[in-house]
């Protein structure tokens, strides 16, 4: 249709995901990491996990895109756990095993002891995600159903940029309900920081 066509690429990021608009976005963003590639300032020049799903370039850091079923072996998850590998279904945010509440589902109770593998599920070993955290007490009266758009405010989710930017056309529209989500970089974290700890605003697309 004419949006589809329209100059620029405001509304690139719906579930319609308009073709040339989308394309025109991700130029943009290919143009500034071949800049950050010939200056020397890619953060991580550019290596990312095996297991990482759509990081931000930008990012220095990559725990916020790993998959919360991601397996880790380690001190904490030492060889005789090699098993819970096949439990990963349970700590992930697919299949409805994993409660919001930070409890395992009854399927999979027996899994428990597994959590010391999974420390990016809220049902395993690692700290929450505060990101989502809706705070009632700073949120203004009637807007209760924020509630209900904490996904757009997770560092996980992949709707909340490392910018402090929402991505989506969807989670945008929740962008009035910033005010409830005072531990998110999608909400007023960075408004209680001094201003040089927030990112530049640079789009980017997923």
């Not at 005010?179 to 001094?194: K, N, Q, W």
Request: hydrophobic share 30%; net charge negative.
């Amino acid at each position: 249709d004419n949006h589809d066509i329209s100059p620029g690429y405001d509304g690139y990021n719906t579930a319609h995901s308009p073709f040339v608009k989308t394309l025109m976005a991700r130029k943009e963003q290919v143009v500034a990491q071949m800049k950050a590639i010939k200056a020397g300032t890619l953060p991580r020049s550019g290596r990312y996990g095996a297991e990482e799903v759509c990081p931000d370039w930008r990012d220095s850091e990559g725990t916020d895109y790993l998959p919360s079923d991601a397996f880790v072996p380690g001190e904490t998850c030492p060889a005789a756990f090699a098993y819970c590998e096949e439990v990963a279904p349970c700590f992930g945010d697919a299949f409805g095993l994993c409660l919001a509440s930070g409890e395992l589902a009854p399927a999979c109770k027996e899994a428990q002891s597994c959590a010391v593998c999974f420390p990016y599920s809220r049902c395993g070993s690692g700290p929450p995600d505060t990101s989502t955290s809706f705070n009632a007490a700073v949120c203004p009266e009637g807007f209760g159903q924020c509630s209900t758009a904490s996904h757009c405010f997770s560092h996980r989710s992949g709707q909340c940029a490392f910018d402090g930017g929402l991505l989506t056309e969807e989670c945008k529209l929740a962008g009035v309900c910033k005010v409830c989500y005072p531990r998110s970089r999608c909400g007023t974290i960075f408004s209680l920081e001094d201003d040089s700890s927030r990112p530049s605003p640079v789009p980017s697309p997923q």
